[in-house]
């Protein structure tokens, strides 16, 4: 054993109080106090290995520094992967920082240090719940998760592929929680804490499993850290300070049954910290001597408050070697390197020390494949499938193309890890790049004249800054996850309307959704103030001698010193001037949202008819409450003026729903491509004492006009068909050409909404009943059903309709909730809820497909729309346990599946499917794959007694197949399942 | 932790002489998108012994900032040498930059300025108006000084919004005009250090 003390690595003499080696070996991170802030610094392990690099001046020992805690930093931890370095301190922060690729060494601006750094390691994420200390942090294998403990007593529980997302909070501790440990196989987390127990947490739904006391009643809570190891195997765990016989010991505590029946025994004061060798070992073969079978065994290092250091096998009584007086005072860290051999400690008194053992002294370590087996040995596969990816990539391909899926998914990968993770040793400045090739001196060069500067409201400079150099922080930027933009609340539905659907905010509706006038003058801004600068004449003063003497020239200095320190006594002034500049922001921003409001409402779709609807409304509105009963007026035929005829008692129970009122003129776009727009003028003519209306529509240019004998209440159309509804309850359909198709329909009640798609008309009228016809079939497809059934509650109303371009009428209800009446069932069928726990907490972000813009047109989106997104951010912040989390998902992402099959929708059929089955790839449930896969590959062999569909929603099953497979080929787990339908698809496919 | 970091400041036309703009080149990181503007202001200290005679240049706005490194070149006019005691006006004194984000100053960059004859006649017989002086800003050996601030904005982390005195605005004195530098030991320093 070689021991060396590196005396560079030091922290200005501050304690240091977690050390930890990158997997790779090549550097290792310190953290503990600095100045007046936290410390993080990044050493070259180089320099401690080889006493040659140690001399070398070129090759730097330090290769970064982190100030960026704003108090002690406790805990530093490598990810698995060596991308990420995490970091927990006193400033309740859990920080992950990553490499910035594209920065050379730089020095930090200011810093009286001319060390550079020579890595750039950019925080990427700030884990913030905690409100006491963080006292340890500790990456998941695979580094799925990151666990940090606090004095705060919790254990968070980080989703590290998603940060800043938590999974969990893990309570049950009554104590300062001061150490963390994860099972190797990931089944349990364990942690220790001040108040004398060891917990052992499940992963698969974060509850406790073992609560471990007996070995800690007689702790006090002396040591800073409570730091325990589980061991390489799993089948042991070894807790910080314990205490036997009024001895201070490491308890061992097997994982059979959570046993105490050993310990470490030896340490004078109270353990700190335990660290498991990462390598399991056997005895080494001597030469000439039979090889004979010897049981594997572990190393562990063992840390305590009394200095000393002592290194124990498992396969030994007596501990392999004992140092004392190392340090000077407590250790707090130990770190392994992943080859075993290598040992970082480091201590209190702000040294770190490193061992270097020898193959003779701990043994030979086994391999990857030999550790594995022993962990299948002794959890089964199915364990092994939780645990690392080296355990997949030691798994034979056994199919070419599955061979070709998984080097595609490698290279984008590679691609999207960026070239800080392909080849961390370059660190050229890649700043042209992202400057078009002008290189930075030609952009400083030009910077002040090129630089935007424009004035605010009240006068005052606003420069916009250049931006030279995106952040690559990746795979962490939250923007990836929320890229569908949120709109603004207040703004209808209709804004998401696209000509391939018909559909509108049924009116009265609508002068509640987004039409109220939210540009209110009173928020804009106030008068300009005047920005002042300091520049009032002060001409009193005047005195004193110009001489400059030398002593006057180094007495400013003195003076002048406290100037870089102290905040300017002019904030106070400033304050009052930026509180107003906020004042102003803000309301800036509310007129572009009401901006924004207005165009979405006004923007796509009937922008006179709303406009003109909602005057009519308001004009109406004066000496005349109640809007109802107004609507049920209009169901009199051949009212003159509506607004004075006396409303007779309204029948409630019939007229459910409201309708639009009569209006003099209006028009409409019925569709973009071909643009057809359609005028309705009422009243126009008077012929023999009646009046007559007129419909004007224009096709591309050509126009076409007829007569109806009663004013017009609502239109609609699509590109093949044109329908109106009049005052007499009469329904008329026209060819695009202005042909009348059908004679006119009797309503039973004045219609509340219409709608036309393809050839399909759909009525809802106002007592609360729904038809669609087959115009080109002359057919009914839905027939006078009643809304009763889904109208439940009394306020509840229909708040939304649309009619598929497959003729499926679906309507939103107030309530939230949205049906569709699936004539093959002849039932309401639920597609969409808004209060829907599922919706909410489904989390499917991971299997959304990053190339593809989600469908955001078909009907279910049209439906669900803003509600979605919310789900999505709902489920960042909700902390559902996994399995629970993954039921739900499974039941939303089944759900949305079905409501897409009910409304014939077939991109957003092909859509959810696709993220379905991702979802089952990755959750790892291969029963439901292989169902899905069943179906939709049907029987191989032609036979009369299937009932079996070649086609859904006019998709080929097959050919959804061959689309999901790649998605099944990305998981080695699932190549069998592949394969196997990879083979019939060609079979089918040469037949 | 701060979300923006000054990363370099570039002192442009310097040495020059005393009419002439300051122009500093600002380089800044920002971790993450900023909600508001941030406000840099260039302070030039007219008298080493009081804070009376400081005199702030210019303030602007930055934004909008998102992630990223950006860079920008602030300019604001020299100083006012009639707000400047003849005593003061050849030697050294001291020009700061300082930025505030929420109107929380996080940073301060503070340089050495010496401000001489460069005739070495007038260095020997100073005039009584001192013009004609030549500026130099000591741009090897910034002084920069951090200070913690709340970047959140007040809804996510309502303890600390508790931190700032809500009636600091309120008890300045009426009298007292926006921007001119208000006595000292009348105002509470205005404290909004989260830590």
């Known amino acids: 054993m070689k021991l060396l003390k590196p005396s560079w690595v030091s922290h200005n003499g501050k304690p240091i109080f977690s050390v930890d080696i990158h997997p790779d070996g090549t550097k290792f991170a310190t953290g503990g106090q600095g100045e007046d802030s936290g410390k993080v610094m990044i050493w070259n392990m180089a320099p401690v290995l080889r006493e040659e690099d140690e001399k070398n001046e070129n090759i730097s020992k330090m290769l970064c520094q982190m100030d960026n805690h704003l108090a002690c930093v406790n805990c530093v931890r490598w990810s698995n992967n060596g991308l990420y370095l995490a970091s927990g301190g006193d400033d309740k922060l859990v920080m992950v920082w990553k490499r910035a690729a594209f920065i050379g060494p730089s020095t930090v601006f200011g810093s009286s240090s001319k060390l550079a750094n020579v890595e750039q390691w950019r925080c990427v994420t700030i884990l913030r719940n905690h409100t006491g200390d963080v006292m340890d942090v500790a990456w998941s294998p695979r580094d799925v998760w990151l666990a940090s403990c606090s004095v705060d007593n919790t254990i968070v529980i980080w989703n590290a592929r998603k940060f800043p997302e938590m999974i969990t909070t893990l309570r049950g501790h009554t104590g300062l929680v001061k150490g963390l440990t994860w099972d190797p196989v990931g089944k349990y987390i364990a942690s220790q804490a001040d108040d004398h127990s060891l917990k052992v947490w499940r992963t698969v739904d974060w509850q406790m499993d073992a609560n471990i006391t007996k070995p800690f009643s007689e702790c006090g809570g002396t040591t800073h850290v409570l730091r325990l190891s589980w061991s390489p195997d799993g089948q042991y765990l070894v807790s910080a300070h314990a205490m036997n016989n009024s001895g201070p010991t490491a308890q061992i505590v097997e994982r059979d049954g959570w046993k105490t029946n050993m310990d470490f025994v030896g340490h004078r004061k109270a353990v700190t910290v335990v660290k498991f060798n990462p390598k399991i070992f056997k005895k080494k073969q001597k030469n000439g001597s039979s090889p004979k079978p010897s049981c594997p065994y572990c190393c562990c290092a063992v840390g305590s408050k009394d200095r000393s250091l002592s290194v124990w096998l498992t396969s030994l009584k007596r501990p392999l070697v004992v140092i004392h007086d190392l340090f000077d005072k407590s250790i707090m860290d130990i770190s392994w390197t992943l080859t075993g051999l290598g040992m970082l400690v480091c201590s209190m008194d702000g040294t770190v020390a490193y061992l270097d053992f020898s193959l003779d002294e701990l043994g030979d370590p086994l391999n990857e494949e030999e550790k594995n087996s022993i962990h299948q040995n002794i959890y089964g596969k199915s364990l092994a499938i939780t645990s690392t990816e080296a355990q997949l990539s030691t798994t034979i391909i056994e199919n070419p193309e599955i061979l070709k899926y998984q080097q595609e998914r490698q290279n984008s990968a590679q691609a999207n890890s960026g070239p800080g993770a392909a080849a961390p040793e370059s660190s050229a400045p890649k700043l042209n790049s992202v400057m078009n090739g002008e290189s930075l001196e030609d952009i400083r060069k030009n910077l002040l004249k090129k630089q935007v500067e424009t004035r605010t409201a009240d006068g005052r400079r606003r420069i916009t800054p250049l931006c030279i150099a995106q952040l690559d922080t990746g795979d962490f930027s939250p923007a990836l996850f929320n890229s569908v933009p949120i709109l603004p609340s207040g703004s209808s539905m209709s804004s998401q309307l696209t000509p391939q659907l018909s559909s509108d905010s049924s009116p009265g509706q609508a002068s509640s959704m987004g039409l109220k006038p939210t540009h209110d003058p009173m928020l804009t801004s106030p008068p300009p103030n005047n920005t002042a600068k300091p520049m009032e004449d002060n001409n009193d003063g005047v005195k004193s001698s110009l001489l400059l003497t030398s002593a006057s020239k180094i007495e400013p200095m003195k003076a002048l010193d406290s100037r870089f320190t102290e905040r300017s006594k002019a904030t106070p002034v400033t304050v009052q001037k930026e509180a107003k500049t906020k004042e102003e922001t803000s309301s800036d921003s509310e007129d572009k949202m009401a901006a924004i409001n207005k165009n979405l409402t006004f923007g796509k779709r009937k922008p006179e008819l709303l406009l003109d609807g909602r005057e009519v409304l308001e004009k109406r509105k004066k000496g005349r409450p109640r809007k109802d009963k107004m609507a049920a007026s209009m169901a009199q035929p051949f009212t003159q003026e509506p607004s004075r005829v006396v409303a007779p008692p309204a029948p409630v129970a019939v007229l459910k729903l409201p309708t639009p009122s009569t209006q003099k003129a209006f028009s409409l776009q019925v569709s973009m491509e071909p643009s057809v727009f359609l005028e309705v003028e009422n009243e126009v003519s008077m012929v023999a004492g009646s009046k007559l209306s007129q419909l004007r529509c224009s096709r591309d240019g050509r126009d076409w006009n007829t007569l109806l004998p009663s004013s017009v209440v609502v239109a609609a159309g699509s590109s093949d068909i044109l329908a109106v509804a009049c005052e007499d309850r009469m329904l008329s359909v026209f060819s695009s050409c202005g042909r009348r198709l059908l004679p006119a329909i009797q309503l039973g009640t004045p219609a509340s909404a219409l709608h036309c798609s393809a050839h399909y008309v759909m009525v809802l009228t106002a007592g609360a009943t729904l038809s669609v016809w087959d115009v080109q079939k002359q057919k009914a497809l839905v027939k006078n059903e009643s809304l009763l059934t889904v109208l439940s509650g009394a306020d509840t109303t229909v708040s939304q309709s649309l009619l598929t371009q497959q003729g499926v009428p679906v309507i939103g209800l107030s309530n939230g909730k949205s049906y569709c009446f699936s004539s093959s069932l002849e039932t309401w069928t639920l597609i969409a809820d808004k209060s829907d726990s599922l919706v909410q907490c489904a989390d499917f972000r991971s299997c959304l497909p990053s190339h593809d813009t989600p469908v955001s047109s078909g009907p279910l989106a049209v439906m669900q729309g803003r509600n979605l997104n919310a789900g999505r951010l709902a489920s960042r912040l909700s902390s559902t346990p996994h399995h629970l989390q993954q039921s739900m998902t499974l039941a939303f992402l089944e759900n949305q599946l079905a409501s897409a099959l009910t409304l014939q929708s077939a991109q957003e059929y092909r859509y959810w499917l696709l993220i379905y089955a991702r979802f089952l790839v990755n959750e790892g449930s291969e029963y439901r794959l292989r169902e899905l896969c069943k179906e939709l590959l049907g029987p191989v062999h032609k036979s009369a007694a299937t009932s079996w569909e070649p086609t859904t929603l006019g998709l080929r099953k097959r050919e959804l197949l061959r689309e999901v497979l790649p998605v099944i080929g990305e998981n080695l787990r699932f190549q069998r399942l592949f394969t196997e339908y990879q083979d019939q698809l060609e079979l089918l496919r040469n037949k | ?195």
């Open chain 2, 1 to 195: 932790m701060a979300k923006v970091q000054v990363l370099n400041v570039a002192v442009l036309d310097n040495p020059s002489p005393f009419g002439n703009p300051f122009q500093f080149e600002i380089t800044f990181e920002c971790m993450e998108d900023l909600a508001e503007d941030l406000e840099w202001k260039i302070i030039y200290v007219g008298s080493a012994e009081s804070e009376e005679y400081d005199q702030i240049l210019d303030s602007v706005l930055v934004g909008p900032v998102p992630a990223g490194r950006h860079m920008f070149v602030f300019q604001a006019d020299a100083p006012n040498t009639g707000l400047i005691p003849e005593s003061d006006a050849v030697g050294v004194t001291v020009v700061l930059i300082t930025c505030t984000y929420r109107s929380q100053e996080f940073i301060r960059i503070g340089y050495y300025v010496n401000n001489e004859y460069t005739d070495p006649e007038l260095r020997e017989n100073p005039p009584i108006k001192p013009d004609y002086t030549q500026r130099n800003i000591l741009a090897s050996n910034p002084r920069v000084t951090r200070f913690h601030i709340n970047w959140e904005g007040c809804t996510e982390r309502m303890e600390d919004c508790e931190n700032v005195d809500p009636s600091s605005n309120s008890m300045l004195p009426p009298s007292c005009l926006p921007g001119k530098a208000p006595p000292l030991g009348v105002l509470p320093d205005n404290s909004m250090d989260c830590l």
